[in-house]
């Protein structure tokens, strides 16, 4: 197929120009930006099936794979299960929420300007703002979907005070990983805030 002389092919990075906010004489690419609440939101969304997962296992009498029934876990831990899976679940809808509240904002105010439709004009304290609470937000509601399951490895594995292999093994490799993840989350949300 030949290319028409009123449409010329073009690259695509040419044909999409960056979009910019500025405010008080300050820019930031605000495309970034809606990226970055993209992802957010998005892993909020996937966190959030794990909260509904650690949910379904709060039923009564549920009898751990351990052999003896001392192990198995009471109804305290199903409880503490409810409230920290309670708790994440709002954790999450909050950061999501703030930053559906950010990429709906800047997108209404770079639908404003017909002329420069690519600029949005948005105070950068409040997006970084937004954005720093947004993060600790799904940070808040890492740690305590973590605590839930490890609520949920003592009903399923039986409780860490019975010094079961599986439930020390499943906790311990919960918290080292997740621990790992959260502080490189932390340490480069910190960065691009500070930088």
Known sequence: ?????????????????SRTSSYGGSTSTTSVHVTALDGLVNVNSLFTIAVFVGLSLTTQGQHSLENPSACDAGLDVARKLLVFEVVSFSFFLFSSLVAQGLKLAINLLNSKDVDEIFRAHINLKVLRFGMLASA????????????????????????????????????????????????????????AFLH
């Open 1 to 17: 197929m030949e290319e028409s002389d009123t449409y010329p092919k073009e690259p695509y990075a040419a044909a999409q120009p």
């Open 136 to 191: 600790i937000g799904s940070v808040m509601g890492c740690l305590f979907l973590m605590l839930s399951m490890v609520n949920v490895i003592e009903i399923r594995l039986g409780m860490l005070s019975c010094g079961s292999k599986s439930t020390v093994r499943a906790v311990t490799s919960l918290i080292v990983l997740v621990t790992t993840a959260l502080v490189g989350y932390i340490s480069t949300a910190v960065y």
